[in-house]
């Protein structure tokens, strides 16, 4: 009975190993068309100033619908990374998102942050390729936020560290995302003069067990290596009235809006300038 057993284990297993080498191999295809098909759009969800409610920036985040299907990033970027799809994908997305944020109606201090591969940084064409989203929309280049995840930099520093000052010597301000998940956080921040550290999700999640601690931490060297702060993942009134105590000022989430789409975007503002309106007749009332 025990033989039988072991073997179905064995079995199964196989299976989906079979499984994940198929969903892989279509994805491989599908991605391959997905440019040219028109399949990949951009959605910007907009990060918030804690203190005035104002849209500091919008982080444009990669989506992909094939087949009446939508694949999420986490799946199919790997994919096009392995495949080395990224590098034509990451140049469509930076140019994209720059000529959406010179048309939008957000305003021109709104700034745009583009997710950024460390594959794509580890490229020679890197610089080229931001300069011409630059160059051809015609943002001014201080707008342009990059991020890159921290957790992918380790066996790569020197270089990443040398492409991130030629970006910098561009104009573009460097992000770094997910920070906190990885092995070398702290030596990293001196190392790499980021402009911009994004503290991942989980921390905010577990802003009761512990996570308040690294969000501490983080916001007390940001003040001496003179960084900003951003908390992403905000989902409850409850962690902004927690996140503004700890002085952390910029907010991303769920709780202020979903990644958007660009027409949704404009609405967005709409909304956000009505929401002033009320607050400011709130004010002369009350005074
Ligand atoms: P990320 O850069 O850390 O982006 C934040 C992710 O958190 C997004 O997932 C966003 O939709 C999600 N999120 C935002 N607010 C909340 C919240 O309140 N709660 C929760 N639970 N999640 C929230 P998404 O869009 O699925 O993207 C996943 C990852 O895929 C991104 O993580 C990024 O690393 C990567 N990615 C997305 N677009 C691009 C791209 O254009 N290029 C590259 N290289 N990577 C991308
Ligand atoms: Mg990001
Ligand atoms: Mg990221
Ligand atoms: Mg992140």
Redesign the pocket.
């Known amino acids: 009975k025990q033989k039988l057993v072991k073997i179905s284990n064995v079995l199964v297993f196989t299976e989906q190993m079979r499984e994940v080498l198929l969903f892989n191999s279509s994805l491989k295809t599908g991605l391959e068309n997905a440019l040219a098909n028109n399949q990949l759009y951009l959605v910007y969800?907009p990060v918030v100033d804690g203190q005035t409610n104002n849209v500091t920036f919008c982080?444009?985040?990669?989506r992909w619908r094939w087949d009446d299907k939508n694949i999420?990033?986490?799946d199919f970027?790997p994919i096009a990374e392995q495949y080395g799809f990224?590098h034509e994908i990451?140049a469509w997305?930076l140019k994209r998102a720059c000529f959406d944020a010179v048309e939008w109606s957000l305003g021109d201090d709104v700034a745009i942050s583009v997710?950024?591969?460390v594959a794509q940084i580890m490229n020679d064409d890197i610089i080229d390729i931001v300069e011409n989203a630059i160059v051809s929309s015609g943002i001014s280049p201080g707008r342009l936020h990059l991020?890159i995840?921290e957790s992918l930099f380790a066996e790569n520093i020197d270089k990443v560290i040398d492409v991130v000052r030629k970006l910098q010597a561009i104009g573009t301000k460097i992000s770094i995302?997910?920070f906190g998940t990885g092995f070398s956080s702290l030596a990293l921040l001196q190392n790499l003069s980021a402009n911009i550290v994004k503290i991942d999700?989980c921390f905010i999640s577990a802003l009761n067990q512990g996570g308040r601690a690294i969000i501490q931490a983080t916001m007390n060297i940001a003040h001496d290596l003179k960084f900003d702060v951003v908390a992403?993942?905000?989902?409850t009134a409850e962690q902004v009235e927690a996140l503004k105590l700890l002085g952390v000022n910029n907010l991303?989430?769920?709780y202020f809006s979903k990644?958007l789409r660009y027409a949704e975007l404009n609405t967005f503002n709409l909304i956000q300038q009505s929401l002033d309106k009320v607050t400011e007749k709130q004010k002369t009332i009350r005074s």
């Open positions: 969800q982080e444009a985040l990669l999420a990033p986490d970027i990224i990451g997305v997710n950024v591969s991020e995840t995302d997910d999700k992403e993942g905000v989902e991303q989430g769920y990644p």
